[in-house]
Every structure is written in C-alpha cells, then in structure tokens.
C-alpha cells in the first residue's frame, strides 16, 4: 500500500490538479449551492407544513434528495475526470516519456486512475458536513449514511476504471469519453428501461410475481440500490416478487467489483501494446 500511494505519477498528478485553483473555486461554488438547497429546503417545508417545524419525516426527504444529487455528481463527472488519462498523454506525445520511467504499468495506470478521482472524493467527502445537518432533525441512522458513502466510492471507482480502461483502449480523448459516457448511460438508464420492460412483460404474462431477469437489471443499477439502501423495504419486496433472497447491494458489489478488476487488468494489459501498434 506504501508503494501504491508513493507513486510519482499519482504524486504528479494529484500535485497538478490541486494547485490550480479551478478545483478550489469549483469545490466552494459546489459546496454553496449545497448549502443553499440545503437552508432552501428546510426553509420551505416549515413554511409549507405551518409552525415552522421540521419533522423527521422531513429529514429523510432532504437525505434522499442529497443522496440522489450526489449520485448524479458521480456519475455525470467521473467519466469527464477519466476518459482523457491515457489518451491525451498520445496525444500530447508524452506517453513514450511516461513508459520510459521505471513506473510498471499498474503504477501508471493506478495513479492515473487515483488522481483523477481524488477531486471527485474530495467533494463528496466535503458534503459531509450538509449531510450533518440532517441529524439535528432526525429521521437517518449514522450507519446509513455510511453505507451509501460506501457505496458512492464503489460507484466512481468502478465507472473510474471504466473510464481509464477505454482512455487506454482507443487513440482518441474524444472517442474514450463518448465510450464511457454511453457505459454509464447503460448502466443507468438502459438497465432501468430493461428494469420496467421485465416487470411489465412478466406481470402481464404470469399475472403475478415477476421474472428473475428483473432481478438482474435492478441489481446493476446504481439509482434502484440506492433507493434499496435508503429504503431496505424496497429490497424485501423485489426479493419477495422475484424469488431471489440475496440483497441487491451484493449482487451489485460483486458485479462492479469484477468489473473493476477485468478494467483494471486490461488497463495494464494493454498499456504498452497499444503503445507499440501505434509507435
């Protein structure tokens, strides 16, 4: 882990981003329209409710609301963050220099990947404290809240390497990023018209209950795991009609995982034969 983290690419690279002050004008302005949502929302619903109360039920709204934005940052950014590592460093025509060192491709692939995703965490993990918030009013557990962040690290690490993997594969910053914006459509919105298609055809077929294959597509959708990890009720009802007792969250884990490893070995795999094919 040591070598893994001193590693001059990720060193480099996270050192480049982080001095210019883009990132941080980015990270106030995101972090203040956070706050303000935030103040808005809870303004708002005590005017509406009368009293000027806040009622858990209230809290939870807010939660899933923030929980949902957040997921849509990760999912919309990440692919923008990563699809241009490899190959804008082709070209630039750096790429000859960078495989010269004595860096092995997993080190370069992996402070590539880091590097690009570290911004992404860093605002992620600064809305810690607009998620604080929703405690003063109740209505979610502690360990909920670090569930889903688990999650949102799994999330942009996987549609990260996804990112690295098509960056390493094509010649083209412009083709990788339209590759992996299209993945991450797939993994959205496909699967989640793939989700109603099966329930709708099933039901209508069987009357009752749905198909397994239902199953299948929700449990590699990150908006319906979401909603499952916000409302475990959710999960014990798509169990139930679908008789398949294994929590989403697993399922979903284990795929992005496998994922994550195949993105990562054909990342490293290929690096420097592409490099050759296109000295």
Not at 107 to 115: A, E
Not at 200 to 206: H, I, N, P, R, V
Not at 268 to 276: C, D, H, P, Q, T
């Amino acid at each position: 882990m040591k070598e893994l983290l001193a590693n001059p690419v990720l060193i480099k690279e996270i050192k480049l981003r982080f001095r210019n002050m883009k990132s941080f004008t980015g990270l106030f302005f995101y972090l203040m329209v956070m706050g303000i949502f935030v103040f808005g929302f809870i303004n708002l619903t005590s005017s509406v409710t009368g009293g000027g109360f806040f009622r858990p039920a209230e809290s939870f709204m807010l939660f899933s609301m923030l929980s949902y934005i957040q997921l849509g940052l990760i999912l919309f950014i990440t692919p923008g963050l990563t699809a241009g590592t490899i190959s804008s460093e082709r070209e630039k025509q750096t790429l000859n220099i960078l495989l010269t060192t004595a860096q092995s491709s997993f080190q370069i692939i992996f402070g590539k990947l880091l590097s690009s995703i570290a911004f992404l965490l860093l605002l992620v993990v600064s809305g810690l404290p607009i998620y604080s918030m929703v405690f003063l009013y109740g209505g979610v557990a502690p360990s909920q809240i670090a569930v889903i962040f688990l999650f949102y690290f799994l999330t942009l690490l996987v549609i990260g390497s996804l990112g690295v993997m098509y960056s390493t594969l094509t010649r083209r910053t412009i083709t990788s990023m339209i590759v992996t914006y299209g993945t991450t459509i797939f993994l959205t919105a496909v699967t989640g018209f793939f989700l109603i298609l099966t329930v709708t055809l099933s039901g209508a077929a069987m009357g009752s209950g749905i198909s397994p294959l239902s199953y299948f597509w929700a449990s590699i959708n990150p908006a319906v795991v979401l909603l499952t990890l916000l409302e475990p009720g959710f999960n014990d009802e798509i169990s139930l009609a679908t008789g398949i007792p294994l929590p989403l969250w697993v399922s979903y884990s284990i795929f992005y995982i496998l994922i994550f490893i195949a993105a990562m070995w054909l990342s490293v795999s290929r690096l420097r034969v592409n490099m050759n094919k296109y000295r």
